[in-house]
């Protein structure tokens, strides 16, 4: 049998995870390929890019899809497991479970915001918009673009959270030296405090050698739980213990709408806040956690060239 597109993927893995086991992607992937018989060429064919096998990919994107519509839950690093809605799909006997067939689910219908097309390229959004003789060439290569950037964003928010909050605190300690902040001329530039003895600070950057301006972190490592007005005040109060007046507060969820109203119209401290969804989207920005996996050079005709050639 030939290599299955992505959605081809989606309802045998479903199958495979039926077992109420935990999956490891490398095992779904091997898994797959003896189900479906794959030759050992078909196993080791590779993207364009060269860093992963083609089937690899598909099961990436398949994982994700069935994600997305409920049907499978990471529950570890590179790992599934089906869910309650994922078993009651398996129950009514699909034949196939493509794209275009999750869009019943609502959160997976509103994350896509329009009717997905099946199709065998290697990232989905490449079939799907391929269907709409609307776009223009660069237009779909931005939203595939997009996708992609939207799949990784959702691996890194998992991952994160999979971690331990002292891993967390790192990574926003990592993410805001790497957006320039902190003394670049001297060691020390950052460091995160002892547990212990944090007084209600988990981090602190000097923004110079002496350490007469400094931003003071504080980082939450929560899955669901939201971030309250009462948290920011005592954020607050702890830059008040330390005569500071900037702060930069992270969470892994969201702030609540209380929150953020008191830090734009109440505090007098400068503070920021960066809940899961920017935390990631900076990560990304900046390359923390995350590496470049090909760049594409595209070819314009040099117009400047011609024009001599008329003159």
Known sequence: ???????????????????????????????????????????????????QTVLRSRVHWATYYAKRAGLLESTKRGAYAITDRGRAVLAERPQKLDAESLLRFPEFAEWVGKKVASGDAEEPLAAETSSDPGLTPDQRLDQAFAEIKESVASDLLDRIL????AFFERVVMDLLLAMGYGDRGGPGAGF????????????????DPLGLENIYLQAKHYTDKSVGRREIQEFAGSLDGHRAHKGVFVTTSRFSVEAREYVGKTSSKRIVLIDGQELVRLMIRYGVGVSEERNLSIPRIDLDYFDADSG
């Open 1 to 51: 049998m030939a290599l299955p597109t992505y959605d081809q993927a989606i309802l045998p893995i479903l199958k495979l995870l039926a077992d109420g086991n935990v999956w490891a992607a490398r095992q779904i992937t091997v898994t797959l390929a003896d189900q479906l018989g794959l030759t050992e060429e078909e196993r080791q064919e590779r993207t364009p890019s060269g860093k």
């Open 162 to 165: 999979q971690g331990t909050w």
């Open 192 to 207: 995160v405090t002892q547990r212990s003895r944090d007084e209600g600070i988990d981090g602190v950057i000097k923004q």
